[in-house]
């Protein structure tokens, strides 16, 4: 069977997953990667690496995904479809209880690795072997010296190294029995939004990320024998932040050679996916996000960390407002952070030097009994809807926070007088764990960061004096013009009182 199945996922006729009726109530944005140069002019980098899936099952199943691969897709696309094969032909059914369901998850996580690895071990008995051939005889040899005859194996062995390396990291999403289920290996990131009758929206966001500072996985690195505080001073570990990934076989066989892993005393970065659930979804308004790495990090960059998973929100929210289908209100968001990231760069601000380039963008959004927007009743005069948070009281105790969304319409002038752009976030530069303290639910093995905002007066909107502050151009409220000519002439008119002001644009 195994055979079978890895003829059928590496063969190039289209996958068999594409049988699988998708799930419609589901929609995906995504944006390929992108370094802009120093004439503003942006360029793509290497093909979109990125991977999602979002499938109706049998049985009230539905399975989504979020995968962001690195040095290739394959990793990424094998596990999208191999996943699907291991969750959605029949494992899965509505008498399973909780713990079956994380055992069938965690296993078919296992599945996937296993086969892939099964997918490039002939290929890596080859390059063993022919490296083996060149070693000897070729230390500190150029290539214009080699026999021709090792030459060939010189192409054939960098051939090969395109072929098995790469890896990547993944989030699922299970609902069945309307009981949501995530199981996650590395850095993507899955938010709940419930929306109540009176407009508050509760952000959770569920799980963290398996990375260099999470304190959990550098404890068991640390277990390992890792030195887990230059692993967290490094920031990444074999090129990725991730410290549990899909594929990736030189951190997987050859983690003796990394620097930082070569203490170990067993593999160190694992595929094991970390699960929490069940959440029941019964009476639950609202929806649920998959965001890719790249998503959340281009949007982090812009504007920081403190915020982000507010205003992902907020902007979905928005969208949501004035869309028809979710296929477009996914998209707008992608390309509204996509937007806000390049005016931070174009703008010179602090934060300038963060944003020079983003990784592949994929957002995944899958509504929960959440009403889209009714096409006779999207607004066409003064153009948008847009979210105005209220800013958070100080006196709420509460371990959850709620984001209110206002829907307001400003009228043209707002968005092109310069004097209404200030800027929603803080632009201080984000320092390593001085992320705001997070609320941690407990529920069965289960850890749901609720977002607190205990840290500041935690608004999303500064007050000026006496004049609240407007929705600004990068990100409450899309740009219609091109604010660089603004900064410009801004700087040179204000550059004096610029200190007395905390004026806008370049500081």
């Not at 030459?151 to 999403?173: H, I, P």
């Not at 997070?438 to 007066?457: I, P």
């Amino acid at each position: 069977g195994n055979r079978r199945m890895r003829s059928m996922l590496t063969s190039h006729c289209p996958p068999w997953t594409d049988d699988l009726p998708l799930c419609q109530m589901c929609g995906v944005g995504t944006a390929p990667n992108c370094v802009y140069g120093s004439d503003g002019k942006s360029t793509q980098s290497h093909p979109n690496e990125d991977g999602h899936l979002r499938f109706r099952g049998e049985d009230g199943c539905f399975l989504y995904g979020v995968f962001n691969g690195y040095d290739g897709s394959r990793v990424a696309s094998f596990a999208s479809q191999c996943l699907t094969a291991e969750l959605l032909l029949g494992q899965l059914n509505s008498s399973h209880t909780d713990n079956d369901v994380r055992r069938i998850l965690t296993q078919a996580f296992d599945v996937v690795e296993k086969s892939y690895f099964e997918t490039i071990d002939d290929a890596l008995a080859e390059k063993a072997h022919l490296s083996n051939y060149l070693l000897p005889h070729n230390e500190n040899v150029s290539f214009h010296q080699l026999s021709p005859q090792s030459q060939k194996v010189q192409e054939r062995l960098k051939e090969l190294e395109q072929e098995v390396s790469g890896g990547a990291t993944a989030v699922v999403a299970l609902i069945l029995n309307n009981k949501l289920y995530i199981a996650n290996v590395g850095t993507n990131r899955v938010l709940l939004c419930k929306s109540s009758s009176d407009g508050q929206n509760q952000v959770l966001q569920i799980g963290r990320p398996h990375s260099t500072d999470n304190e959990d996985e550098l404890q068991r690195l640390a277990a390992l024998g890792v030195d887990s505080a230059r692993a967290r001073q490094a920031g990444q570990i074999a090129g990725q932040s991730s410290t549990r990934r899909l594929g990736d076989y030189r951190a997987k066989f050859n983690y003796n050679e990394i620097d930082l892993l070569s203490v170990a005393k067993t593999r160190p970065i694992i595929a094991e996916p970390e699960i929490h659930g069940s959440l029941s979804l019964d009476g639950v308004t609202g929806f649920l996000l998959l965001m890719s790495e790249g998503l959340i990090n281009a949007l982090e960059s812009a504007h920081g960390p403190e915020q982000a998973n507010q205003e992902i929100v907020a902007m979905v929210a928005a969208e949501l407002a004035q869309q028809t289908s979710l296929e477009a209100v996914s998209q707008s968001v992608v390309e509204r952070v996509k937007r806000l990231h390049h005016d931070v760069y174009v703008s010179g601000r602090q934060r300038a030097t963060y944003c020079s380039r983003h990784e592949d963008m994929t957002l995944l959004i899958r509504t929960l009994n959440y009403p889209l927007a009714d096409a006779a009743l999207t607004p066409t005069q003064g153009g948008r809807i847009y979210p105005v948070s209220v800013p958070y009281s100080n006196s709420q105790s509460t371990s959850k926070t709620s984001v209110t969304l206002s829907l307001v319409m400003p009228s043209q002038s707002t968005l092109t007088n310069g004097t209404n752009t200030a800027s929603t976030l803080e632009e201080g530069t984000p320092t390593p764990g001085s992320q705001s303290p997070t609320a941690t639910l407990q529920s069965t093995n289960t850890q749901t960061q609720s977002s607190s905002s205990s840290s500041g007066d935690g608004s999303l909107f500064r007050q000026r004096g006496s004049q609240a502050a407007q929705p600004d151009e990068t990100g409450r409220v899309p740009p219609y013009v091109d604010f660089t000519q603004f900064y410009r002439l801004w700087g040179g008119d204000h550059s004096d009182s610029q200190s007395t002001q905390g004026g806008l644009g370049p500081q």
